[in-house]
């Protein structure tokens, strides 16, 4: 079985930063692909950015580029997600995932199976 933890969300005036990070634990797969989505109140779940874990691969949305930066900490299997330039827009819950397989098309959430209980984040204008 994998964990997801995530932490690091919060509230933050609109032009502010916040650092999301997402620890796993369990089994080794779940670290081939880790993404990072997020769901506001009223809207579907959306893709933010993915990485691959053997090529360092990244994904963003395009909503997001420029403005947010994954990066992995291979030490304590820990993606981390930091976000700048923040506006109420990025309000919502954001949610780390992980595959069961690899191979998986990283922005497509389906294409997830374990993901963390979500972190808020709030931005304020």
């Known amino acids: 079985q994998v964990q997801l933890v995530e932490s690091g969300g919060g509230l933050v005036q609109a032009g502010g930063s916040l650092r999301l990070s997402c620890t796993a634990s369990g089994r080794t797969f779940s670290s081939y692909v880790r993404g990072w989505f997020r769901q506001a109140p009223g809207k579907e779940r959306e893709f933010v950015a993915a990485?691959?874990?053997?090529?360092?691969?990244?994904t963003y949305a395009n909503s997001v580029k420029g403005r947010f930066t994954i990066s992995r900490d291979n030490a304590k299997n820990t993606v981390l997600l930091q976000m700048d330039s923040l506006n109420p827009e990025d309000t919502a819950i954001y949610y780390c995932?992980?595959?069961?397989?690899?191979?998986?098309?990283?922005?497509?959430?389906?294409?997830?199976?374990?993901w963390g209980q979500g972190t808020q984040v709030t931005v304020s204008s």
């Open positions: 990485i691959r874990w053997s090529t360092y691969s990244i």
């Open positions: 995932a992980a595959p069961n397989r690899i191979g998986i098309v990283p922005d497509h959430s389906n294409e997830y199976y374990y």
